[in-house]
Nanobody
Framework: QLQFVESGGGSVQPGGSLRLSCAVS????????LGWFRQAPGKEHEGVSC????????YYVDSVKGRFTISRDNAKNTVYLQMNSLKPEDTAVYYC?????????????????WGQGTQVTVSS
């Protein structure tokens, strides 16, 4: 059974760091490009970052470039999101899922299938 389990969220002050993890089960991770999305209260899901299954290339939305780093460990079936220099506008529930692969990853969900997410709150 396909399952995404996110963890690592929490409450931090602006400028702080968090490392999110997403444990994936039910599929062989190295066959899928993976991405992180977030949803702030009252807003739509926003694609944040993705990492390609083909060549390991990555994509970041402009608002997180230089601050967030996505990585994957296929042996552990886990994808990570290292978040540094956090800002209040990063506050959201963060989700991971499989994404489209087309000459690199695209932050579009491959499946309409989501985990429970992990809450990130950035506040002073």
């Amino acid at each position: 059974q396909l399952q995404f389990v996110e963890s690592g969220g929490g409450s931090v002050q602006p400028g702080g760091s968090l490392r999110l993890s997403c444990a994936v089960s039910g599929v062989t991770l190295d066959n899928y490009s993976l991405g992180w999305f977030r949803q702030a209260p009252g807003k739509e899901h926003e694609g944040v970052s993705c990492i390609s299954s083909d060549d390991g290339s990555t994509y970041y939305v402009d608002s997180v470039k230089g601050r967030f780093t996505i990585s994957r460990d296929n042996a552990k079936n886990t994808v990570y999101l290292q978040m540094n220099s956090l800002k209040p506008e990063d506050t959201a529930v963060y989700y991971c899922t499989a994404v489209v692969e087309s000459y690199g990853c695209v932050v579009v969900p491959l499946l309409d299938y989501w985990g429970q997410g992990t809450q990130v709150t950035v506040s002073s």
